[in-house]
Structures are given as C-alpha cells and as structure tokens.
C-alpha cells in the first residue's frame, strides 16, 4: 500500500459511459490480487473531496502498467472521464483482500459472474486461473447492448455468456438465469456486481464455495474510519470491513 | 527545544500535530504507511462501555470541499480498548488521547475512570457532541449547565487531564466554552462536526441511512476559525484546533486564531501522510514568516503581542 | 398551468426559482444579461429606513466552496428603494420579495410599513439573521421570543405576507421556526449564512475588515438541506429554501428536503445565468425523474406521498 | 457583458510566476476599452469558487484575440497556470470602465505609470494613445528583476523608465522617485499599480489630470453584491463600485 502518482497511459471510452484507463507506475509491482481495488483522487482540490474505489481489471507487472474499467456516474468520475493521456493521477492502493486463488485447483472449475461495473476485477482474475490451470466460465449481465465491454477478452480464456436486462444482447435477463437455464456446473464461483445478484447468487447455491465482492461508500479505503462496515451473521456488534477485510468475502461470511 | 514543540495540560508533544478522534481508528492502518511516533499525539476512535455496531449503511456521503459520516461510535468497547489498542499503540512514542463517550453521564465517568488509567494515555478528550447518537447525545453538547456537570463528573475520576470537545452546532459557543471552562476543564477541543444532510436526486431518500450526519473537512474550516477565535479570547485553558485541515498553511490559520495545537480528521482520507507532512512542513512556513517558535503564532489574529494561551517554552 | 407553478401566500410564482437577497442587488445588473421576467420572483438587497453604507473593505473572502461576506447591509435606504429600484423594477413581470432590516424593532415596523405598500412588492422577508451587523441583529435571529415578538409586529403593519428568514447559528433551528409561525408568519425562508472568519496567513490579521463574516455558497448546502428536512416537518407554513444551490440537481434536493421554492444567492456570482439555467433544466430534470410536476417533490425525502405542504396547483 | 468559453491560444511564463494568457472568442468583439478587465472561472468545480479578476493588456479584434498577463499568487492562479494550450476557460466580461482615452488630445503627453501586476493594462492603453497620436513616457515599478515583463513591448510605443526596489536593474526605488528624479512633465496620468504607489500619486500631483486603476476583492464583478465598494469624499454613505463604476476612477473621485 503506498501513494503514487501515476501516470496515464491510455484513457478511452469502450462502451457507453464507460471508460478503460491504462495507469503506468511502480505501483504496479505491489499489485498481485485480482480483486484488489486502488482509491483514486478524482480533484485536484477539495471538490470533490473524497477518493474514488475502483478495482484492479488488469494487472501488467512487466510493463508496469495497470488497467481500470469504470462508469461515468457522478462528479468524480465526470472528473476522471476528462484526464488526458500523459496526465498523472494520485493512486492509494493496492488496497483490500482480492479472490483466493487458492480455492480452486488446476483442473477445476470456475465460474466468473458479473455485473455491470462489476465486471472489471473478474478478468484479471480469469487470466490468473488460466495461467493456474483452472477452467474458466465467464457470465457477464448488462443492463443494454451499449454498455457491454470486455467481451473478446473473456472469450479468449474461456467460454463466456452474455445476458442483457433488456435483451438487446444474449439472454435476455439476469445472470442467474443463464446458469440456471444452461445447468453450468462448477467447483467454485467468483463475482462482482450488484448487491441484488450477490444475495440471489448466495440463495441460489448454499452448498457451495462461493466468493463475492463487495462495494461499499468509503471514507478512508484502508480500514480506519469505520464507514464501509458489514455485520457478521448471528452477532450484534462484530464486523468486518469492506476495505480492508474485504472486498471479497466467502459467502456467509459477513450478512449481505 | 524543537520550534514545534508545545506544552499542553498533560501533553508535552514534540509538535502540535496529531490525528483527530475517528479519523484514524487506532492507528493499525496508518502505521503501515508510516512511524507513527512522528505524530504530536494521537487522537484514537471514541471509546464506549460496551462494544457498539454503529449505525447501519451508508455511513458516509461526499458534500462540496466536504463530508458527511454517520458512524454512530462504532468501537469495541472500553475492554477492547484498554486490552488490545491502547497496549498495541505502547509501542511508538506518542501520547494518546482518548476520545471517550457514552448514552449516560455514568458511561462517561466508568470509561473515564479505567481508560485512564491506560500508562499511555496523557489525556481525555469528552465528546459531548457527537451528533450521529440518539440517545443524550446532544443535550450533553448543547446544554452548558448538563456539559458542565458532565465536566465535573469525569474531572473527579480521571487519572489524566480532561479535554472537553465542543459541538459546532450551538447558538453561543463562547457560554459553553465558559461553562466547561469553570466545571474544571483542562482544556478545549473544537470543532466537532456540523449536522447535515443529503438527500439521493434519483431516490428522494436521505443518501445516509441514519438521514443526517456530521459534516467535515474543508468546507467547515471558516466555521471552526471563527468559533476558536472568539472561545480563545474568552477562555484561559488552551485549545486544541480542528475542522478542514488539510495543509500547514490551514494549520496556522488555527494557530493564528488561537489554537494551541491542531487536529487533522477527514484530510487523512484524502492523503494518508496529510499528518507527518505537515509536521514536516511547519519549520519552512515558519522559516517564511520569520518566526522562531510555533508558540508566537498562537492567537496571533487578536494578539500581536504573541503568545498568551500556552507556548512550548 | 405550467408544471413549474407554486402557490405560495402572496406568491404566485410562475416558476419556483428566484435569486436570493443580497446577491442580486436589485437587479439592474443583471437586466443587462437577460430578461428578468424570467425568474419566479426576486429578492431584493437587506432594505433600512436610513441609507448605509455598510462594513469597510475587503468585505468578501474566499473559503473552500463557498465564501464569506460582510457586506454590512450597504442599501441606498427606503425612500431611494421605493422610489428608484422598485419603480424600476416594475417594468417586469415578476414579483418583488422585500427583504427588509435593521437595529430595532421599530427599524423594522417602519421600513415594513411602507415598502409593503409598493404595488410590486409581493411579501417581505424579514431579515432577522444577518450576522454582519453588530447593533441587535444577532438577538433577532437566535432568540426565539425575540423573534416571535418582531413577527408579530411586523405582521401587523405589513400589507403583504410576510417571511422570516431563519439564521442558522442556533442550537434548535426547530425552536425558532415554531415560535416565528405561532407568531403569525405566513412563510419562512432559510438558511441565512453561517458564521465564519478567515486568517491571511501572511498578515495573521483576519482577512475581512469586519473580522468575521457570512459562510454561503455550497460547502453549506447540507447543512441548509438537514435544516429545512427538519423545519418542514414541524410547521405547516411553506419554506423558500437557499444556502448553496447551483444547480437543478441542487434545487431539486431542496424541494425533497421540504422547501416548496428555492433561492440561489452565491451561485450567481460564479455564473451570471445560473437563475434562469435552472428554470430552463428543471423540466427535463422532472422527466427524467418521472414527475409531472415541481411540487410532487416537496418534502418527498420525508413524505413519499407526495405534496404536503404547499403545491401549485 | 457576457460569458464565453475563451480557448487558450498561447500561455507561457515570461517572468518568475508572471504568465502570458492569450485567450480566443469572439468576445474580443466587445473589448475597447483599455483598463477594462474579465472575471474569469479557474476552477471546474465549486473550489475555486470565485471567479478572479485579470485586466485585458492587449486586444486583437482583428485576431479575435486578447492577452491577459498575471501573477501565480494563490490558489486560483496556480490552478490557472496549469491550464494548457487548447483548453477553453469561462470568461464574464469584459467589465467595469477603462482608462479614457478623450483626457488626452494628439500631440499631448501622457504619464504611464505601472506597478507589478498593475503594469498589464497600460499596454493597451499605450497602443491607443499612440494610435491618437498621443506621446506616451511609461514609468514602471517592479520588485525585483526577474518579475519585469513588457518592457520591450512598452519600448517601442515610447519612452520608457524601469524602476525595481531593490535596484537590480534600472533606477533603484518606486516609480515615484524615477518621476521625480526625471523631472518628467506631463498633461495626463494615468496609473495601475498598489494602493500605497496610487496615494504616492495622488499627494505628489494635487492639480493634475489623475486617472487611477483600482484593486478591490470582488464577489460578482458586474456591480451586483457590493463587495466592491469604496467611499466617495465627504458624503458618508455614498460609494461607487470599483468593478462596475471602476477600476478606473478620476483623482479625488473615490477616497483611497
Ligand atoms: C471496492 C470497490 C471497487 C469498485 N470498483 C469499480 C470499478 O472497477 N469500476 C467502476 O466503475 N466502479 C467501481 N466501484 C464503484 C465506484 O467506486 C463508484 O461508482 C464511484 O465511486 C462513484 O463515484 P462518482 O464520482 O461517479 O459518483 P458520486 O455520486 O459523485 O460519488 C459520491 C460519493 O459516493 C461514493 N459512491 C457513489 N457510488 C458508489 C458505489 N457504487 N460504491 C462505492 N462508493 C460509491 C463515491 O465514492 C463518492 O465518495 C467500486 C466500488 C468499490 C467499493
Ligand atoms: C480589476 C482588477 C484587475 C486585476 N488585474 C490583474 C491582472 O491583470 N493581473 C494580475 O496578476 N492580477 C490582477 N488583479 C489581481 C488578481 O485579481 C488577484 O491577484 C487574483 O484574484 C488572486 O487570485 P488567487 O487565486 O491567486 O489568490 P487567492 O488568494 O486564492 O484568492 C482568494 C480570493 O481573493 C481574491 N483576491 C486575492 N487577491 C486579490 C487582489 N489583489 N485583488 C482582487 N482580488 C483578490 C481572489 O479574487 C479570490 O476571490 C486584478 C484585480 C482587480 C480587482
Ligand atoms: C468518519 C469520522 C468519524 C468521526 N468520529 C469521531 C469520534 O468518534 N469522536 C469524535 O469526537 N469525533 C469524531 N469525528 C469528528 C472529528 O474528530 C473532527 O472533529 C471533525 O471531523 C472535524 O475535523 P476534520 O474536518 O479535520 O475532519 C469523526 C469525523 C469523521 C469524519
Ligand atoms: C454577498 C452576499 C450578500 C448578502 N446579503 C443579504 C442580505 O442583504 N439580506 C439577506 O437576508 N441575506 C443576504 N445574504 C444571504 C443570502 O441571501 C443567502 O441566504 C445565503 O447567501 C445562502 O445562499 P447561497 O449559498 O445560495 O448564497 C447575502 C449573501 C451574500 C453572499
Ligand atoms: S473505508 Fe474507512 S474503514 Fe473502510
Ligand atoms: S464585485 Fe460585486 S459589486 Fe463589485
């Protein structure tokens, strides 16, 4: 964990509001976990105040380079949106506990869920199961066809599916309907995404080893301010901390 | 003697430079990014009885140059403190200031009594004026007589000298200032946060979950400037500053006002070496204006004749 | 009617949206840049009975989002208001607020008495809260007997309603609106500016010549949306809201809070359109929103049924 | 009056923190006056909140160009000074009334005298009245050597006197001394400078034909919010508005 001013590589929109920043610095050397998430200071003054979380997509330690996928949603990333190449960000990280890799073992099965803008930490995690021997299925949800990204980059390590809310792409429906409808079969699921997909993924499969991502409103990003807290079942004052505990918890870990 | 250096009630710290209460958790985090005994003191998370959650989620929300944080005083409970922060914190060479609060008058002073007694905390900070608590809460930080008796009370038990840290959200702070003052008040902290709210432009609803919370950082820094001006021309005890600070410069402006040290909360979020930065930067800005002692700067905007409140010499 | 008409008492704005007193002068300056017809209505610059010139200069400093003011209520005086800016303000199709002051009771009675009679003057709007006069004012805005006793006077000379404008340096903001409605008053209008002060650190002298001076602009945004959530809910007259808006996303967050209109004070200075730039978003905003009309968004962060306090149709 | 986003054509430093601005748009249309001056926004969002000041130097109608030229001072012109080439930057103006040009006839002889950032407007002015057929002597006072700018630009419309404080480079002390010391007569004065070098003028030339250029902190800038304001001799509650009835006051008209 340190504070570095990185410097922009490249910085594009890749689909409807939503933009692929390539960052470039020695930070990258300390960054290992898929899952892993930076906090980016979007201001250059105190407006606005608060850094951004965004999650590691892409980990490239021998070009010393890291990629970020997010969402143009509010001020900060409006912000964000407008760095040009060339510019330097302030970048906090890498922060947080990412996917386990270790859950899984070569020649397994593992089944990548996302949705939305929670897809981004998934394929940095997909390339490192590849690389350990890990069959990879990627299950990607969008809202509409214009906000799909990424898609080539899934289908070169594994098989991926698509499903859109609207149907305008793949199924048409939530992530969920696709495992159910194609009866996909897995020794362990990662996801990112929507609160609502968690619990439906959580519900759907209690039996089995399930690891999920969480997003949280955050002050500090490292564990110190108690903002981004989440209860543990069956104890009234215990907690853990997205940041800094988090973001990715095994399932019945922490209360969703 | 180092220029930073200053003698408070209970506190003799290298540099008047320290973390503020909850802004910094016990130091765990920080201390990965830095030696914290390059801290004046540390300010640790408000302390209570018993454990507490806190307030559900979202606990905190982005204003302009601000934010809104509605914790609700989760810690792990006087026990915990005591046990597993306070004896981890031992290690570095920095006094601590416990930050303590309660839902009754008898939470304050069994917190006070124990915690206390902890050898590395050099002080209590009472935090009358947490606005994100229901219970008691604000009549402790808005009423002068209730402060005041709350003042004595823990007074009475406290092994160490008692700093009481006012709430912004009052009609006269000087009264409260008097009135704590005369209840035996070693010394002041201010400004606590000021209540807010935010509302979603998609949902209606409240972004926080607890509806309202304590505003701070930048944009409440004219706000604690002006209450440290006038309290400091009507108290004797010294005052530690805080509210917005960000940089050496803000920290002066406290100094200037009257602040006989300062605290730094949200800028921590913003940078994580915001403190040992500015402690860093001090000497130079002194350098600039010509002065020797960081003392000379205190309350420098009513007195020119230079330090009245408390100096480190 | 148009979705953006409100009804509020001797108020029929054709749209909820007016510049806020102090910041628009009276209007002259702004004519230049469009057609004031445009706005909801305006309210006019702090009127006395005698002519003022005010605090002396520097009389505004700039703060982290927002900035202070000490203007001091400079005005050319009653008779030069009436007879050269309301005269001249006539020629447009907008009503007029009056926002009326000054250092005693009678002060007001006065200056209430005549200005209300001005054929385009629509209501008055007591300013109680000023933070930048030194004789009285400060009484007026904190003590709520104080400013129920004003109320009622004012209320009996006035030939139009009549607003007080709340300060937001009190302890129970809820207090003071409570007793300015059982008081008579037909409306509220808040926030005024919050107390502040700023230190030049090359000088250590505050920065404003008057010392201290009035927080506005949108670091006091939550704190204005917390005050007006909690007034609205505890009267039952409407509430013109302000203190930081800038934009219709800002002004929309007012009307969930339970303002029934908006002011923007500040804002105007950053961007001389910025009245008429909302006025002209507010639908598409409303579209986007799926409301058909402004007033199902009063106090919709606090009552999903939607308009409870005043509507415009 | 009005508001454009102005693109940036050229901006260097051309002394220590002393910046050359050329902004494009077709607000240059609306410029005449020299003394004039733009409320420009620094900031993207609400901190900077304040527009700042700057005075129109130069005015190219035909280019549709006009410079500004200003000192890194505090926050606003920092942030200013990062601004590049192409960017475009909200510009109120132009404002408030200039230097007048109908004081002085052909043939006469007009007194420039500028201090520091105050030196900027003069330019214009000088451009005019050379145009007229006025003889311009400009006399301009800087703090030290590396701060002086123009004074080729100010050499080649006429006469031209440097004075720096602490005598690193031509007459060492205030414009007032070079004045002095010169013996340099004149049928108009015209001045922009710090309020001590203006009430220097003021005392020194009580029968002359005085025009001074006044500094004061502003909330609007058009004349709105009585930030601004400065006394009128003898009349308690008189004022006038250095934004919207200045910068540029006749002697005695304004207290200093
Ligand atoms: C661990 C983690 C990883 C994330 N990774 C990504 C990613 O890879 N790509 C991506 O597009 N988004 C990601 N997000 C969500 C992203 O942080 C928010 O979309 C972003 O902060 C919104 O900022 P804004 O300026 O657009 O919105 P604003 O509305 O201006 O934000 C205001 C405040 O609310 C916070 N906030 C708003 N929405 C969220 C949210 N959904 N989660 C957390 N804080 C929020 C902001 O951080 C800021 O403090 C991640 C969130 C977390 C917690
Ligand atoms: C009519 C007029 C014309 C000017 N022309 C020029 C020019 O051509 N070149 C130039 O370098 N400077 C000029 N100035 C001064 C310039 O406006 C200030 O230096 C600038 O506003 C400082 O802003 P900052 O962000 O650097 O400082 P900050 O300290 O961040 O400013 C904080 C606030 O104080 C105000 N302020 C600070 N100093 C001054 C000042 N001296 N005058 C007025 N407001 C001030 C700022 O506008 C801002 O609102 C002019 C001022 C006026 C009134
Ligand atoms: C997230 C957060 C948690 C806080 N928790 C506490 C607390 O536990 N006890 C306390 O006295 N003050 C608490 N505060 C208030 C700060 O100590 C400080 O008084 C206030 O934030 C103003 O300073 P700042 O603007 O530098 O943050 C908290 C502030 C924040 C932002
Ligand atoms: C320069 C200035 C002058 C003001 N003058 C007055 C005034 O004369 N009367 C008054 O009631 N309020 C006055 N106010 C307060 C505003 O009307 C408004 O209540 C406050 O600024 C909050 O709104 P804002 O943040 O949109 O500016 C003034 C504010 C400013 C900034
Ligand atoms: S964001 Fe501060 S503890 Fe997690
Ligand atoms: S700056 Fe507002 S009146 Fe001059």
Known sequence: MKVEKMTIVYHEPIARNIYQLILGGTLVQEMNEAGQFVHVKVGERTDPLLRRPLSLCDINKEASECTIIYRKEGAGTALLSEKKKGEVIDVLGPLGNGFPLEAVQAGQRALLVGGGIGVPPLYELAKQLVKKGVTVTSILGFQTQDVIFYEREFASLGEIYIATADGSYGTKGFVTDVIGGRGLSFDVLYACGPKPMLKALEQKFPDKEVYLSLEERMGCGIGACFACVCRVPNNETAYKKVCSDGPVFKVGEVVL | MSRLAVELPGLSLKNPVMPASGCFGFGREYAKLYDLSQLGAIMIKAT??????????????????????????????????????????????????????????????????????APNVHALELNISCPNVKKGG????????????????????????????????????????????????????????????????????????????????????????????????????????????????????????????????????????????????????????????????????????????????
Chains 1, 4 share one sequence.
């Open chain 2, 48 to 117: 209570t009885r018993e454990p507490r959650f806190g307030n559900p989620t979202p606990r905190v929300a982005e204003t302009p140059s601000g934010m809104l944080n509605a914790i609700g005083l989760q810690n792990p409970g006087l026990e915990k403190v005591i046990e597993e922060e306070l004896s981890w914190l031992a290690q570095y060479d920095v006094p601590i200031i416990a930050n303590i609060a309660g839902s009754t008058m008898e939470d304050y002073v069994e917190v006070a009594k124990r915690i206390s007694q």
């Open chain 2, 138 to 313: 604000i009549a402790f930080g808005t009423v002068p007589e209730v402060a005041a008796e709350l003042t004595r009370l823990v007074k009475q038990v406290s092994a160490v000298p008692v700093y009481v840290k006012l709430s912004p959200n009052v009609t006269n702070i000087v009264e409260m200032a008097k009135a704590i003052e005369a209840a035996g008040a070693d010394g002041l902290t201010m400004i606590n946060t000021l209540l807010g709210m935010r509302i979603d432009i998609k949902t209606a609803e409240p972004i926080l979950a607890n509806r309202t919370g304590g505003l701070s950082g930048p944009a409440i820094k004219p706000i604690a400037i002006r209450m440290i001006y006038e309290v400091s021309q009507a108290v004797s005890i010294p005052i530690i500053g805080m509210g917005g600070i960000a940089t050496a410069e803000d920290a002066l402006e406290f100094f200037y006002a009257g602040a006989s040290a300062v605290a730094i909360g949200t800028a921590n979020f913003v940078d994580p070496f915001v403190c040992p930065t500015i402690v860093a930067e001090l000497p130079a800005l002194l350098d600039e204006l010509g002065f020797d002692h960081i003392s000379q700067c205190i309350g420098r905007s009513w007195n020119k004749g230079g330090p009245t409140v408390y100096c480190g010499t």
